[in-house]
Protein backbone atom coordinates (compact mmCIF):
# COMPACT_ATOMS: atom_id res chain seq x y z
CA UNK A 1 0.00 0.00 0.00
CA UNK A 2 1.35 3.01 -0.62
CA UNK A 3 0.71 6.65 1.31
CA UNK A 4 2.95 9.09 3.89
CA UNK A 5 4.92 7.35 6.45
CA UNK A 6 5.53 10.19 9.36
CA UNK A 7 8.41 9.05 10.69
CA UNK A 8 8.96 12.45 12.75
CA UNK A 9 6.17 11.11 15.23
CA UNK A 10 7.15 7.48 15.41
CA UNK A 11 8.32 7.05 19.25
CA UNK A 12 11.39 6.44 19.39
CA UNK A 13 12.44 7.83 16.23
CA UNK A 14 14.31 11.15 16.28
CA UNK A 15 15.90 13.28 13.26
CA UNK A 16 19.04 13.79 15.13
CA UNK A 17 22.02 11.36 15.01
CA UNK A 18 24.14 9.98 17.68
CA UNK A 19 26.81 12.79 17.58
CA UNK A 20 23.46 15.45 17.45
CA UNK A 21 22.26 13.93 20.55
CA UNK A 22 25.13 14.31 22.32
CA UNK A 23 26.60 17.53 20.71
CA UNK A 24 23.13 18.98 22.27
CA UNK A 25 24.29 17.75 25.88
CA UNK A 26 28.03 18.71 25.23
CA UNK A 27 26.56 22.41 24.15
CA UNK A 28 24.75 22.75 27.52
CA UNK A 29 27.36 21.82 29.69
CA UNK A 30 30.17 23.94 27.75
CA UNK A 31 27.97 26.86 29.33
CA UNK A 32 27.55 26.07 33.14
CA UNK A 33 31.78 25.40 32.91
CA UNK A 34 32.45 28.36 30.89
CA UNK A 35 33.50 27.02 28.01
CA UNK A 36 36.04 24.00 30.18
CA UNK A 37 36.35 21.94 27.67
CA UNK A 38 38.04 19.08 29.60
CA UNK A 39 35.21 19.60 32.32
CA UNK A 40 32.26 19.52 30.43
CA UNK A 41 33.15 16.36 29.04
CA UNK A 42 34.09 14.92 32.46
CA UNK A 43 30.60 15.62 33.31
CA UNK A 44 29.29 14.17 30.32
CA UNK A 45 31.76 10.37 31.23
CA UNK A 46 29.93 10.42 34.75
CA UNK A 47 26.33 11.33 33.32
CA UNK A 48 27.18 8.85 30.54
CA UNK A 49 27.63 5.75 33.42
CA UNK A 50 24.53 7.00 34.64
CA UNK A 51 21.87 6.96 31.82
CA UNK A 52 24.00 5.43 29.50
CA UNK A 53 24.00 8.28 26.92
CA UNK A 54 26.12 5.78 24.72
CA UNK A 55 26.54 2.48 23.56
CA UNK A 56 28.77 -0.22 22.06
CA UNK A 57 28.50 0.77 18.73
CA UNK A 58 29.14 4.98 20.04
CA UNK A 59 31.21 5.74 22.76
CA UNK A 60 32.34 8.71 24.81
CA UNK A 61 35.72 7.95 22.55
CA UNK A 62 33.67 8.19 19.11
CA UNK A 63 32.08 11.63 20.30
CA UNK A 64 35.35 13.17 20.81
CA UNK A 65 36.91 11.69 17.85
CA UNK A 66 33.69 13.52 15.62
CA UNK A 67 34.18 16.70 17.67
CA UNK A 68 38.24 17.03 16.53
CA UNK A 69 37.20 15.81 13.02
CA UNK A 70 34.24 18.47 12.44
CA UNK A 71 36.93 21.04 14.14
CA UNK A 72 34.76 21.59 16.99
CA UNK A 73 37.44 21.49 19.68
CA UNK A 74 41.05 21.35 19.10
CA UNK A 75 44.03 19.94 21.36
CA UNK A 76 47.28 21.34 22.84
CA UNK A 77 49.69 19.11 24.29
CA UNK A 78 51.42 19.82 27.91
CA UNK A 79 53.46 17.59 30.46
CA UNK A 80 50.35 16.29 31.46
CA UNK A 81 49.04 15.05 28.20
CA UNK A 82 46.53 16.40 25.81
CA UNK A 83 44.08 19.73 26.63
CA UNK A 84 41.10 20.21 24.95
CA UNK A 85 39.83 23.73 24.11
CA UNK A 86 36.88 25.47 21.81
CA UNK A 87 37.94 26.22 18.46
CA UNK A 88 36.99 29.30 17.07
CA UNK A 89 34.16 27.14 15.04
CA UNK A 90 32.46 25.75 17.90
CA UNK A 91 32.28 29.62 19.86
CA UNK A 92 30.51 30.72 16.12
CA UNK A 93 28.57 27.46 17.16
CA UNK A 94 27.53 27.91 20.37
CA UNK A 95 26.74 31.99 19.58
CA UNK A 96 24.34 30.74 16.99
CA UNK A 97 22.50 28.26 19.27
CA UNK A 98 22.35 30.12 21.62
CA UNK A 99 20.27 32.74 19.98
CA UNK A 100 18.15 29.87 18.80
CA UNK A 101 17.70 28.77 22.09
CA UNK A 102 16.45 32.09 23.63
CA UNK A 103 14.89 33.95 20.18
CA UNK A 104 13.18 30.86 18.72
CA UNK A 105 10.26 32.43 18.23
CA UNK A 106 12.34 35.06 15.75
CA UNK A 107 13.06 34.83 11.84
CA UNK A 108 16.34 36.43 11.10
CA UNK A 109 14.86 38.60 7.89
CA UNK A 110 16.39 41.40 5.79
CA UNK A 111 20.08 43.08 6.49
CA UNK A 112 19.47 44.96 9.90
CA UNK A 113 18.58 47.92 10.62
CA UNK A 114 16.02 49.95 13.90
CA UNK A 115 13.42 50.89 11.59
CA UNK A 116 11.60 54.02 12.83
CA UNK A 117 8.27 55.57 11.92
CA UNK A 118 9.15 58.00 9.58
CA UNK A 119 8.96 57.40 5.80
CA UNK A 120 12.56 58.92 3.90
CA UNK A 121 15.14 57.42 1.98
CA UNK A 122 15.76 54.05 3.80
CA UNK A 123 16.37 50.48 3.21
CA UNK A 124 12.90 48.78 3.58
CA UNK A 125 10.48 49.08 1.33
CA UNK A 126 6.75 50.02 2.21
CA UNK A 127 3.39 49.58 0.60
CA UNK A 128 3.89 53.25 -0.15
CA UNK A 129 4.71 54.95 -3.40
CA UNK A 130 5.44 58.55 -4.29
CA UNK A 131 6.63 60.73 -7.00
CA UNK A 132 10.34 60.71 -8.23
CA UNK A 133 12.96 63.18 -6.52
CA UNK A 134 16.03 63.87 -7.85
CA UNK A 135 18.58 61.47 -6.59
CA UNK A 136 16.40 58.85 -5.45
CA UNK A 137 18.36 55.11 -6.52
CA UNK A 138 16.85 54.00 -10.09
CA UNK A 139 16.25 50.59 -8.06
CA UNK A 140 13.44 52.31 -5.93
CA UNK A 141 11.49 52.89 -9.20
CA UNK A 142 8.09 50.85 -9.29
CA UNK A 143 8.45 49.86 -12.85
CA UNK A 144 4.60 48.84 -13.09
CA UNK A 145 3.00 51.55 -11.88
CA UNK A 146 5.29 53.79 -13.79
CA UNK A 147 4.04 52.35 -17.01
CA UNK A 148 0.79 52.47 -16.18
CA UNK A 149 1.06 56.15 -15.73
CA UNK A 150 2.94 56.77 -19.39
CA UNK A 151 -0.09 54.04 -20.52
CA UNK A 152 -2.97 56.44 -19.47
CA UNK A 153 -1.30 59.06 -20.24
CA UNK A 154 -0.11 58.42 -24.15
CA UNK A 155 -2.14 55.53 -24.72
CA UNK A 156 -0.11 51.64 -25.84
CA UNK A 157 0.71 52.72 -29.45
CA UNK A 158 3.36 55.76 -28.69
CA UNK A 159 4.29 55.06 -24.59
CA UNK A 160 6.74 57.87 -23.70
CA UNK A 161 7.63 57.88 -19.94
CA UNK A 162 8.42 60.80 -18.50
CA UNK A 163 9.77 62.22 -15.65
CA UNK A 164 6.13 63.10 -14.01
CA UNK A 165 5.45 59.57 -14.76
CA UNK A 166 7.83 57.76 -12.33
CA UNK A 167 6.94 56.88 -9.41
CA UNK A 168 9.27 55.49 -6.33
CA UNK A 169 8.39 52.89 -3.82
CA UNK A 170 8.39 54.76 -0.52
CA UNK A 171 10.71 53.25 2.37
CA UNK A 172 11.47 53.65 5.86
CA UNK A 173 14.40 55.65 7.03
CA UNK A 174 16.66 53.80 9.11
CA UNK A 175 18.52 54.56 12.09
CA UNK A 176 22.33 52.92 13.28
CA UNK A 177 22.85 52.18 17.16
CA UNK A 178 26.14 51.78 19.11
CA UNK A 179 25.57 49.89 21.81
CA UNK A 180 27.63 48.99 25.19
CA UNK A 181 26.45 45.61 27.39
CA UNK A 182 27.54 45.64 30.47
CA UNK A 183 27.37 42.19 32.62
CA UNK A 184 28.08 41.92 36.59
CA UNK A 185 30.23 39.39 37.29
CA UNK A 186 30.47 40.30 40.97
CA UNK A 187 30.52 36.90 43.59
CA UNK A 188 26.87 37.64 44.31
CA UNK A 189 25.69 36.34 40.70
CA UNK A 190 26.74 32.90 42.24
CA UNK A 191 26.19 33.80 45.89
CA UNK A 192 23.40 31.63 47.67
CA UNK A 193 23.90 28.64 45.29
CA UNK A 194 22.05 30.03 42.33
CA UNK A 195 23.49 30.58 38.92
CA UNK A 196 23.00 33.96 37.66
CA UNK A 197 25.57 34.08 35.40
CA UNK A 198 25.29 31.56 33.27
CA UNK A 199 21.77 32.84 31.95
CA UNK A 200 23.87 36.32 31.58
CA UNK A 201 26.31 34.79 29.80
CA UNK A 202 23.89 32.88 27.06
CA UNK A 203 21.81 36.28 26.46
CA UNK A 204 25.30 38.18 25.84
CA UNK A 205 26.31 35.34 23.38
CA UNK A 206 22.66 35.59 21.87
CA UNK A 207 22.23 39.30 21.72
CA UNK A 208 26.05 39.39 20.26
CA UNK A 209 25.05 37.22 17.75
CA UNK A 210 21.78 38.90 16.89
CA UNK A 211 23.38 41.78 16.22
CA UNK A 212 25.93 41.07 14.06
CA UNK A 213 23.60 39.03 11.85
CA UNK A 214 20.59 41.34 11.66
CA UNK A 215 21.68 44.64 12.36
CA UNK A 216 25.19 44.82 10.70
CA UNK A 217 25.97 48.45 10.33
CA UNK A 218 25.41 48.60 14.65
CA UNK A 219 28.57 48.41 16.65
CA UNK A 220 28.01 46.30 19.77
CA UNK A 221 30.90 46.63 22.45
CA UNK A 222 30.75 44.53 25.46
CA UNK A 223 32.60 45.17 29.31
CA UNK A 224 32.35 43.29 32.64
CA UNK A 225 32.58 44.63 35.76
CA UNK A 226 33.35 43.69 39.25
CA UNK A 227 35.79 45.82 41.29
CA UNK A 228 36.95 47.73 38.02
CA UNK A 229 35.48 47.22 34.34
CA UNK A 230 37.39 46.59 31.32
CA UNK A 231 36.39 45.52 27.73
CA UNK A 232 36.10 42.00 26.37
CA UNK A 233 35.94 40.38 22.83
CA UNK A 234 32.50 38.49 22.09
CA UNK A 235 34.67 35.59 21.80
CA UNK A 236 35.43 36.00 25.18
CA UNK A 237 32.05 35.29 26.04
CA UNK A 238 31.73 31.24 26.23
CA UNK A 239 34.10 31.37 28.88
CA UNK A 240 32.90 34.57 31.51
CA UNK A 241 32.88 33.73 35.02
CA UNK A 242 32.77 35.10 38.25
CA UNK A 243 35.05 36.53 40.76
CA UNK A 244 35.47 37.57 43.93
CA UNK A 245 34.67 41.22 43.32
CA UNK A 246 32.03 43.69 44.43
CA UNK A 247 29.83 45.84 42.39
CA UNK A 248 31.31 48.73 40.84
CA UNK A 249 28.76 50.10 38.70
CA UNK A 250 30.09 53.80 38.14
CA UNK A 251 33.34 51.51 36.81
CA UNK A 252 31.10 49.95 34.52
CA UNK A 253 29.30 53.29 33.55
CA UNK A 254 32.48 55.03 33.23
CA UNK A 255 34.11 53.01 30.58
CA UNK A 256 30.93 52.35 28.63
CA UNK A 257 30.78 56.13 28.32
CA UNK A 258 34.01 56.58 27.27
CA UNK A 259 33.56 54.00 24.76
CA UNK A 260 30.27 55.48 23.12
CA UNK A 261 31.86 58.70 23.34
CA UNK A 262 33.92 57.38 20.66
CA UNK A 263 31.33 56.45 18.04
CA UNK A 264 29.88 58.60 15.31
CA UNK A 265 26.48 57.19 15.62
CA UNK A 266 23.99 59.69 17.28
CA UNK A 267 21.77 57.02 18.64
CA UNK A 268 23.50 55.27 21.91
CA UNK A 269 22.50 53.02 24.10
CA UNK A 270 24.03 51.21 27.35
CA UNK A 271 22.44 47.58 28.10
CA UNK A 272 23.59 46.76 31.84
CA UNK A 273 22.96 42.93 33.28
CA UNK A 274 23.11 42.60 36.93
CA UNK A 275 21.80 41.24 40.63
CA UNK A 276 22.62 43.83 42.89
CA UNK A 277 23.44 47.24 44.09
CA UNK A 278 26.58 48.85 43.59
CA UNK A 279 28.81 48.10 46.25
CA UNK A 280 32.10 49.35 45.56
CA UNK A 281 33.90 52.66 43.99
CA UNK A 282 37.10 53.42 43.73
CA UNK A 283 39.22 56.78 45.05
CA UNK A 284 42.36 57.16 43.63
CA UNK A 285 43.76 53.75 44.34
CA UNK A 286 42.15 52.37 46.80
CA UNK A 287 38.88 50.98 46.51
CA UNK A 288 35.61 52.18 49.11
CA UNK A 289 33.85 49.15 49.61
CA UNK A 290 30.57 48.66 51.39
CA UNK A 291 28.60 45.40 51.14
CA UNK A 292 25.72 46.26 53.28
CA UNK A 293 22.77 48.32 52.20
CA UNK A 294 22.85 51.24 50.12
CA UNK A 295 25.90 53.24 51.05
CA UNK A 296 25.47 56.91 50.43
CA UNK A 297 28.74 57.62 49.32
CA UNK A 298 28.32 55.11 46.03
CA UNK A 299 24.43 55.46 45.93
CA UNK A 300 25.52 59.57 45.17
CA UNK A 301 28.44 58.57 42.19
CA UNK A 302 26.32 56.13 40.96
CA UNK A 303 22.84 58.52 39.88
CA UNK A 304 25.19 61.42 39.36
CA UNK A 305 26.58 59.22 36.20
CA UNK A 306 22.77 57.74 35.36
CA UNK A 307 22.14 61.95 35.30
CA UNK A 308 25.25 62.53 33.47
CA UNK A 309 24.40 60.12 30.49
CA UNK A 310 20.64 61.54 30.62
CA UNK A 311 21.98 64.87 29.38
CA UNK A 312 24.45 63.07 26.92
CA UNK A 313 21.19 61.19 25.38
CA UNK A 314 22.44 58.16 26.50
CA UNK A 315 19.69 55.74 27.25
CA UNK A 316 20.25 53.21 30.00
CA UNK A 317 18.32 50.06 30.47
CA UNK A 318 18.75 47.71 33.10
CA UNK A 319 17.48 43.89 33.55
CA UNK A 320 17.64 43.31 37.72
CA UNK A 321 17.33 39.45 37.88
CA UNK A 322 16.77 39.88 41.18
CA UNK A 323 13.33 41.17 43.00
CA UNK A 324 14.18 42.15 46.40
CA UNK A 325 12.41 45.53 47.40
CA UNK A 326 15.55 47.29 48.66
CA UNK A 327 17.19 46.36 44.99
CA UNK A 328 13.85 47.48 43.27
CA UNK A 329 14.26 50.96 44.93
CA UNK A 330 18.03 51.52 43.99
CA UNK A 331 16.62 50.52 39.94
CA UNK A 332 13.73 52.97 40.43
CA UNK A 333 16.03 55.73 41.75
CA UNK A 334 18.80 54.92 39.10
CA UNK A 335 16.25 54.94 36.07
CA UNK A 336 14.69 57.96 36.81
CA UNK A 337 17.94 59.78 37.48
CA UNK A 338 18.45 58.54 33.81
CA UNK A 339 15.23 58.75 32.32
CA UNK A 340 15.75 55.17 30.62
CA UNK A 341 13.84 51.59 30.76
CA UNK A 342 14.08 49.06 33.92
CA UNK A 343 12.95 45.00 33.89
CA UNK A 344 12.70 42.98 36.69
CA UNK A 345 12.74 39.64 35.11
CA UNK A 346 13.76 35.94 36.26
CA UNK A 347 16.49 34.69 34.50
CA UNK A 348 14.18 32.10 31.90
CA UNK A 349 12.76 35.57 30.82
CA UNK A 350 16.20 37.88 30.84
CA UNK A 351 16.58 37.22 26.69
CA UNK A 352 13.44 37.90 26.37
CA UNK A 353 13.57 41.44 27.80
CA UNK A 354 16.75 42.22 25.91
CA UNK A 355 15.50 41.81 22.40
CA UNK A 356 11.68 43.37 22.83
CA UNK A 357 13.88 46.34 24.28
CA UNK A 358 16.73 46.80 21.28
CA UNK A 359 14.49 45.53 18.54
CA UNK A 360 12.33 48.52 19.51
CA UNK A 361 15.25 51.22 19.71
Not at 24 to 34: D, N, P, S
Not at 191 to 198: H, N, P, S, W
Not at 336 to 354: M, P, T, V
Request: charged residues 25%; contains cysteine; proline residues 3%.
Amino acid sequence: MRGWKFTKWTPGNTNKNRFEELLEIFRQLLMYTAGNVSEALSWMTELDRQYHFTDEEYGMADFIDDLLEKGLIKTDNNQSGPVFDLSAKMEIHLRRTALEDIFDDLAKTGRGNHQTNFSGKGDEDTSDLRDYEFGDPLEKIALNESLKNAVARTGFENIQLRHEDLKVKETYYQTRASTVLMIDISHSMILYGEDRITPARKVAMALSEWITTRYPKDTLDVIVFGNDAWKIEVADLPYLQVGPYHTNTVAGLELAMDILRKKKNPNKQIMMITDGKPTCIKQGRNYYKNSFGLDKKILTRTLALAHRCKKLNIPITTFMIATDPWLVNFVDQFTKANGGKAFYSSLDQLGEFIFKNYKNK
